[in-house]
């Protein structure tokens, strides 16, 4: 390749790389010790995982999220996390899950706020089938 220069290799600092999956450092870095992430050196020395790896594990840890539902959908985005707050008012319902890091709005009927039982505490699953996802990106990011 004549003069053509590849890309960089996104890499993450060990804090950077644990923020984005929603972990601890020291859980990447017990990822690192176990053999289930590489870790590489910046110009500056530091530890880095590279973002492809990164993004790998991330996969592989939502794969083992359990729903615990046998229904199959076609919705693809599905977070599983804990209700957090519950307010009915009138006939429609704002009901809010902390998913990992994750925070999710849903708006219902009071009728289904109630057929569910939700309460602050109790396991949710909120799906998501939206028609436009927007993607941003941090240019800055590359280390």
């Not at 594990?57 to 939502?62: D, S, T």
């Not at 307010?87 to 899950?97: F, R």
């Amino acid at each position: 390749m004549c003069g053509t220069k590849l890309p960089l290799m996104t890499q993450y600092r060990i804090s950077e790389g644990a923020a984005l999956v929603g972990v601890s450092d020291d859980t990447v870095r017990r990822w690192i010790r176990d053999g289930l992430l590489g870790v590489e050196h910046d110009d500056a020395g530091r530890q880095v995982v590279r973002g492809d790896e990164l993004a790998a594990r991330a996969v592989a840890i939502a794969a083992t999220v359990d729903d615990r539902s046998p229904v199959r959908r076609s919705a693809r985005n599905r977070f599983v996390g804990l209700v957090t707050s519950v307010e009915i008012d009138g006939l429609m319902a704002q009901v809010e899950l902390q998913c990992g890091p994750h925070r999710v709005v849903s708006l219902m009927s009071a009728e289904a706020a109630r057929e569910l039982r939700l309460e602050a505490g109790s396991r949710g699953v909120a799906i998501v089938k939206a028609t436009m996802v927007i993607v941003e990106t941090d240019e800055g990011s590359r280390a």
